[in-house]
């Protein structure tokens, strides 16, 4: 049976709430722009295992404070050696992982690099009018290796994809709707109000039959994308672990231009 938590709860960057039946999973780092550090990916991993151990928690929304979803990796703590990629899980905890329960994305500001990432882990988007997509690792020397590559083409037309992989250039969430990525538009400030009303109107459903539905979906392509992801790793791996990634790192968090050496 579900129930109504009145007081948030989780760690100092990721709150957990519960509003009959409904699991809101807040990542709170405004200052950062809410993006994921180790911390942050460890607290978010530990959410998304509650929500799908618990029966009397029927759908999830992923969100962010401070009018901001996410700005992806935290590249200053990336620099530091610090990373938010889990071994067998992936970025933020949830990348790479086969979530049960209906997962929704209510997204405000910006979804940028691993923020897009996360979005599209999640089964549905809600995002305000003055949301801002867009895989911009290539700016940093890097690629999005967490589902970037694979999913986004999965989602919107293949040239669109790529163009937006290969500049980095930003999508706003008006045209992501026009595209698919997006399933409602709302004012801004109110992408978590319209997520929690298409989360109850999955919650009132048969549990067994809104779990039956996204099981038979997702692995359709679970392993395709699984075996997409692996692929991608012997490729992009030496990317990742390149001079070219630790200088474009270094220069975000330095506010200067990059140097590439091409290795």
């Not at 960057?13 to 722009?33: L, M, N, Q, S």
């Not at 999830?60 to 996410?70: K, M, N, P, Q």
């Not at 897009?116 to 003055?130: F, G, K, W």
Request: charged share 25%.
């Amino acid at each position: 049976m579900s129930h109504t938590s009145g007081t948030p709860t989780g760690t100092p960057t990721v709150h957990t709430e519960e509003r009959d039946g409904i699991f809101v999973i807040t990542i709170d780092r405004p200052k950062a722009r809410n993006a994921i550090d180790g911390a942050t990916a460890h607290a978010l991993a530990a959410a998304v295992d509650e929500l799908d151990a618990r029966d009397d928690l029927l759908v999830g929304i992923l969100t962010g404070t401070g009018g901001v979803f996410s700005a992806g990796m935290d590249l200053k703590a990336f620099a530091a050696g610090d990373t938010p990629i889990l071994p067998g899980r992936g970025f933020a905890g949830i990348t790479r992982i086969q979530i049960k329960t209906p997962l929704i994305a209510a997204v405000e500001g910006y979804a940028l690099g691993g923020g897009t990432e996360m979005a599209l882990a999640c089964d549905m988007i809600v995002a305000s009018r003055d949301a801002t997509f867009g895989q911009t690792e290539v700016h940093y020397g890097i690629v999005p290796p967490e589902g970037g590559m694979v999913r986004l083409p999965e989602r919107i037309p293949r040239n669109v994809a790529l163009e937006l992989l290969l500049t980095g250039d930003p999508l706003p969430a008006e045209r992501a709707e026009r595209l698919g990525l997006v399933n409602h538009l709302t004012e801004p400030g109110a992408a978590l109000t319209r997520a929690l009303e298409l989360a109850g109107r999955v919650a009132r459903n048969a549990p067994l039959a809104v779990a039956a539905v996204k099981r038979v979906v997702n692995e359709r392509t679970a392993f395709q994308d699984e075996e997409a992801l692996r692929e991608q790793d012997r490729i992009v791996d030496p990317v990742l672990a390149s001079q070219d990634a630790h200088e474009g790192a270094r220069a975000f968090a330095e506010k200067r231009a990059p140097q590439w050496q091409g290795r």
